[in-house]
């Protein structure tokens, strides 16, 4: 029997910062009917997808981060939104700043879960690859501040749901290889992955004009050579004066984009996603057992930075 999931984006608009958790969760839940009405098993929302991109700022007051934070999860705020994917039988991914107590310390993630269409949590995900910097940096025209309010996660373990084995990644996850081949070799047929990306790079402005193409290079290169749906999903434009990216779309396993949203509101677009074709390149070009090397990838976990040849200098750029 044909393994199908009709998957749909749960694009959002921006969220500003004066915006409560309830008239976004009305904003998600208006999504979840739309994405029910056109036969959605499951629906993806972006990344810290119950408030504001709250990193663009630097703050200090800890009981001000923390008003950005989940303490538990579903809670008050969040708990229409899991009663009406249990009434309409639909799953979803949603992220969120998640405050943990470990050990009878706080500990702060960037987090998404999957639920599945019992409105059961089976899965959460803390993000591991966190960018931009840890103190302020007046120069920027915004900050980026995820290094300083998070603390990575363990890594990226799948999960059985859905009727396949589903991966989570957040953000810019979806820019490093090792990302999707360590879900790769688990076999991972689908990956959601929620974003907030700035059109503007402070360290690198070059590249503005490339976000939206960075953005699908990346999430169909990982789609394709892995032979895995991928499926990015936005939190797009002008949030409190900083614009972001849209582009929200499910990659298919030959990584052929399969269908996308069109604006940079909150839009719902669906695909009905055939987790065997995966099958299709997971077992050709990209059997892992019959065709990966190994031996000659040891630097992969042996080292972090570049180490250059004896008798190399650095490039000028990399000096910097
Ligand atoms: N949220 C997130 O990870 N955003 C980054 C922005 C660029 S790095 C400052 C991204 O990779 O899209």
Request: net charge neutral.
């Given at each position: 029997m044909p393994r199908y999931v009709n998957v749909a984006l749960g694009q959002l608009g921006p969220i500003q910062r004066a915006?409560?958790?309830?008239?976004?969760?009305q904003r998600l839940c208006a999504l979840m009917r739309e994405?029910?009405?056109?036969?959605?098993?499951?629906?993806?929302?972006?990344e810290l997808a119950l408030t504001t991109f709250f990193p663009r700022w630097y703050m200090e007051d800890q009981a001000e981060i923390d008003s950005f934070f989940e303490r538990e999860m579903p809670n008050e705020a969040t708990r229409p939104l899991f009663a009406l994917a249990r009434e309409l039988g639909i799953g979803f991914?949603?992220?969120?700043?998640?405050?943990?107590?470990?050990?009878?310390?706080?500990?702060?993630?960037?987090?998404?879960?999957?639920?599945?269409?019992?409105?059961?949590?089976?899965?959460?995900?803390?993000k591991v690859h966190l960018p931009g910097h840890a103190e302020h940096e007046p120069w920027r025209r915004f900050q980026h501040l995820e290094k300083r309010y998070f603390t990575p996660g363990p890594g990226f373990g799948v999960t059985r749901a859905f009727g396949g084995v589903m991966g989570?990644?957040?953000c810019n996850d979806r820019?490093?290889?090792?990302?999707?081949?360590?879900m790769g070799l688990q076999g991972v047929e689908m990956v959601l992955i929620g974003y907030n990306t700035p059109v503007h790079n402070a360290p690198a402005p070059d590249h503005d004009d490339l976000s939206l193409?960075?953005?699908e290079l990346s999430m169909?290169?990982?789609?394709?050579?892995?032979?895995?749906w991928v499926v990015g999903v936005a939190k797009a434009g002008v949030e409190?004066?900083?614009?972001?990216?849209g582009g929200s779309c499910i990659v298919a396993p030959s990584g052929e984009v399969v269908a996308r949203c069109l604006t940079k509101g909150d839009e719902m677009a669906i695909a009905r996603c055939d987790l065997d074709f995966c099958g299709i390149y997971q077992r050709t070009t990209f059997d892992f057992d019959r065709h990966r090397q190994p031996h000659a990838y040891g630097l992969i976990v042996e080292r972090k930075g570049v180490t250059l040849a004896a008798g190399e200098s650095a490039p000028a750029a990399r000096q910097a």
């Amino acid at each position: 029997m044909p393994r199908y999931v009709n998957v749909a984006l749960g694009q959002l608009g921006p969220i500003q910062r004066a915006d409560s958790r309830a008239q976004v969760v009305q904003r998600l839940c208006a999504l979840m009917r739309e994405a029910h009405a056109v036969g959605a098993h499951l629906i993806v929302y972006p990344e810290l997808a119950l408030t504001t991109f709250f990193p663009r700022w630097y703050m200090e007051d800890q009981a001000e981060i923390d008003s950005f934070f989940e303490r538990e999860m579903p809670n008050e705020a969040t708990r229409p939104l899991f009663a009406l994917a249990r009434e309409l039988g639909i799953g979803f991914y949603l992220g969120y700043a998640e405050l943990a107590e470990e050990g009878g310390r706080s500990v702060r993630y960037n987090t998404s879960i999957l639920v599945d269409r019992t409105a059961r949590i089976v899965a959460k995900y803390r993000k591991v690859h966190l960018p931009g910097h840890a103190e302020h940096e007046p120069w920027r025209r915004f900050q980026h501040l995820e290094k300083r309010y998070f603390t990575p996660g363990p890594g990226f373990g799948v999960t059985r749901a859905f009727g396949g084995v589903m991966g989570m990644a957040i953000c810019n996850d979806r820019r490093w290889a090792e990302t999707y081949r360590v879900m790769g070799l688990q076999g991972v047929e689908m990956v959601l992955i929620g974003y907030n990306t700035p059109v503007h790079n402070a360290p690198a402005p070059d590249h503005d004009d490339l976000s939206l193409f960075h953005n699908e290079l990346s999430m169909q290169a990982g789609a394709y050579q892995n032979g895995t749906w991928v499926v990015g999903v936005a939190k797009a434009g002008v949030e409190e004066g900083v614009d972001s990216i849209g582009g929200s779309c499910i990659v298919a396993p030959s990584g052929e984009v399969v269908a996308r949203c069109l604006t940079k509101g909150d839009e719902m677009a669906i695909a009905r996603c055939d987790l065997d074709f995966c099958g299709i390149y997971q077992r050709t070009t990209f059997d892992f057992d019959r065709h990966r090397q190994p031996h000659a990838y040891g630097l992969i976990v042996e080292r972090k930075g570049v180490t250059l040849a004896a008798g190399e200098s650095a490039p000028a750029a990399r000096q910097a």
